[in-house]
């Protein structure tokens, strides 16, 4: 499987700060996406990586909130604004490969906010 | 949009004994059902993966089954070892799509020595 390398790996964030994560993948891709798992619970897609556009965001996460960039087919950065504790949570980029229909996750970067 | 629905949440097993995880779907277009481990603190990783072509897959201790008319799908793992405690998560996707997978809720899968 390929790599997905994600950082920061684990952070303890202030209350109204902001947090980018980067996740880098060590081949183009055809597609990547960013995920929130909250304790305990399933995997929650935020938005859809698009390169060179805007992300795709799923119902309930915002723009604003939620900024993203894919500069290249292998690298794409997720920000959380603005944060509060509910923000905290592991997030986990993924990406998809045009030869198969499976995702691969990244480590995840596990926010706590305080 | 797809909806999956994943039971048990939880699942207690002596070491030895059969577990067995079951999902169904709702789009009957779905075609791809991955199978994702995620041990504590670490990522999910694929296990297992049946497309809607195949009726049943193995690999060592671990089998998929799908039965497209129910539109359901089960994870089957035999002579379960410690190793194997961990959140299961299933999946189902439209392939040729845009490949973006429902997930289930998990299930916590306890395997007592």
């Known amino acids: 499987s390929a790599v997905i390398s994600q950082k920061p790996s684990r952070d303890i964030c202030q209350r109204g700060t902001s947090l980018t994560i980067q996740c880098q993948v060590d081949?183009?891709?055809?597609?990547m996406f960013w995920y929130r798992q909250q304790p305990g619970q399933s995997l929650t897609l935020i938005a859809t990586?698009?390169?060179?556009?805007?992300?795709?965001?799923e119902s309930g996460f915002v723009i604003d909130k939620f900024p993203i960039s894919r500069p290249n087919l292998t690298f794409s950065t997720l920000t959380v604004s603005n944060m509060s504790p509910e923000d905290s949570s592991i997030y986990l980029c993924?990406?998809?490969?045009?030869?198969?229909?499976?995702?691969?996750f990244g480590e995840g970067s596990w926010l706590t906010v305080v | 949009g797809e909806n999956v629905e994943q039971h048990p949440s939880t699942l207690s097993v002596q070491e030895g004994d059969s577990a067995v995880i079951k999902c169904t779907y709702s789009d009957s277009a779905s075609n791809y059902f991955p199978w994702y481990k995620q041990e504590l603190g670490k990522r999910p990783q694929l296990i297992i993966d049946i497309r809607s072509n195949v009726g049943e897959k193995k690999d060592q201790r671990i089998a998929v089954t799908l039965n497209k008319t129910a539109k359901h799908f089960s994870l089957h793992i035999t002579e379960t070892q410690p190793e194997d405690s961990a959140v299961y998560f299933c999946a189902a996707s439209i392939g040729g799509g845009s490949y973006i997978p429902t997930f289930g809720r998990g299930t916590s899968l306890i395997v007592h020595p």
């Open positions: 990586a698009n390169q060179g556009s805007e992300a795709t965001y």
């Open positions: 993924s990406a998809h490969w045009q030869d198969g229909n499976t995702i691969y």
């Open positions: 081949s183009q891709v055809t597609m």
